[in-house]
């Protein structure tokens, strides 16, 4: 442990790229094969479960620090990371700096998982002892990392890509090819160190997804950028759940972008191999498709969020694949064909079936003749479920993760609604001090509902205005929570919107945040809830 927390230590105290990789390569240049195997698993979001409910972490923690639990809340709402709380609040048991990272006991990082891991099987008398106990033996900042494995809540500003790059640099290995070894549903409870990156698994190919290519939004003038518009092909950007669905060896297998598999979520897709060839690889959205047409995004989450999808479900919102890309063909990996000829070949795949028959569509490319064209198809999109346009050049590879130039997402613009600031709650970290959390309502019938919430969208000298009115004009407090007297105005932007019968106001809005501080007006001018409404597409 005393190596991965100075780790963390180092990467959580610098913003630079380039710091981070060369701690993150020096790590993996000397930690043994087992410790390697577990940093790579917790920086990929593959963390143990979670052994002891929160509630259970703060009493313990506030009874062998004699803090009561109150001030133990309120520090929690100030700090914003309970990990962070739980370390800074406990008394030490040995004589070590607060800011060093050695310790009394010198287990590795792999046997304090695996403790952390056989924790969920114990009693809580036992869970408590181990707790308490550990926690005394640690210093301050092994406890912020032991507990963050706890907790599950590891945020440290390294992404993966950040983190295969140091892997590269240490194994000597391609980015990309680590990136494709990294996909896929494994643990360091399944796999080893050698296995997973050293070695070729032709196993484990099976299943195994490619890196998905994520598109750039367009900036300011575009158009100047991109060139000849002849050197482009454009299609629809559609709001529904980035996934590939593979066929190999008879089987089919959904992965989404998310890095999940979702193969059980989406059984429709079993009719793919009647039609579709072994060693293809499809690249598309999955979106629900009521009445053979396409719906909002609102219809997915009752999908999303059950674990078992009953008849009657798949009846009331039955999905379709729209592919827009082929990654995979005959069992050829042709991401380097250009996207023109990936596309050529997709279009002949999907002509040649019956595509209401198996839920599998093709998403179309369009071209045009000028950019005007092309701004007019975007203004269309709410009208075809659309979010807006992807511009795609011809002869792009598909590459891995987020790369500029080749890809690029020009959405609509925004919803847009004026609505009145009801209540506001503490930030997270470096915000922690201010009210920046905030909550909307809109007028109905003479009184203000709550529609959204946003936090972020202001400027930080706009947070503090804001913030330092909240504090003179609290109506009342509800634990972290305070009712605010209703007075300023903000338009709220969002990229969705959808009736839903579980949000008070009836609306659910996608991705709302504050797009301006309306100073020149009043209250009663903001919006009603009629208005918001009136913007739900017929």
Known sequence: MKAFATLIKKLDSTNKTNEKVAALTAYFNQANEDDKLWTIAILSHRRPKRPVNTTLLRHWATEISNVP???????????????????????????????????????????????????????????????????????YFERFVFNKIITGGFRIGVSQKLMTRALSRATEIDEDILAYKLMGNWTPE?????????????????????????????????????????EWSFEHKWDGIRSQVIIRNDEVFVWSRGEELVTDKYPEFQKFLTNIPNGTVLDGEILPFGNNQIGNFNDLQTRIGRKNISKALLEKTPVILNAYDLLEWEGEDIRQKPFSERRKILDTLIGNINSEEIGLYLSETMRFNNWDDAANERELSR??????????????????????GDWWKWKTDPFTIDAVLTYAMRGHGRRANLYTDYTFGLWNEGKLVTFAKAYSGLT???????????????????????????????????????ESSRHKSGIATRFPRILRWRKDKPMEEANTLDDLKALIPK
């Open 383 to 404: 009208e075809k479920r659309s979010e807006g346009l992807m511009l795609k050049r011809k002869d792009s590879p598909y590459l891995v993760g987020r790369k500029k």
């Open 69 to 139: 639990l109150w001030l133990f809340e309120e520090s929690y709402h100030i700090v914003g990371d309970l990990a962070e709380t739980i370390a800074l609040i406990l008394p030490t048991k040995n004589s070590l700096s607060e800011t060093s990272c050695e310790t009394s006991v010198d287990k590795s990082l792999t046997e304090y998982i695996e403790e952390i891991i056989k924790l969920k099987t114990l009693e809580e008398k036992q869970k408590k002892e181990y707790l308490q106990s550990t926690w005394l033996n640690l210093n």
């Open 460 to 498: 930080d000298a706009e947070f503090r205005q804001v913030d330092a009115w909240i504090k003179r004009n609290t109506l009342e407090r509800f634990g972290p929570v305070r009712s605010v007297t209703p007075h300023h105005v903000f338009e709220i932007a969002f990229e969705g919107i959808a």
């Open 190 to 230: 399944t796999t080893t160190y050698q296995k997973l990156i050293l070695e070729t698994n032709e196993e484990d190919y099976l299943s195994k997804p490619y890196p998905f290519y994520l598109a750039y939004a367009v900036e300011n003038n575009f158009q100047e950028d991109l060139g000849n518009i002849n």
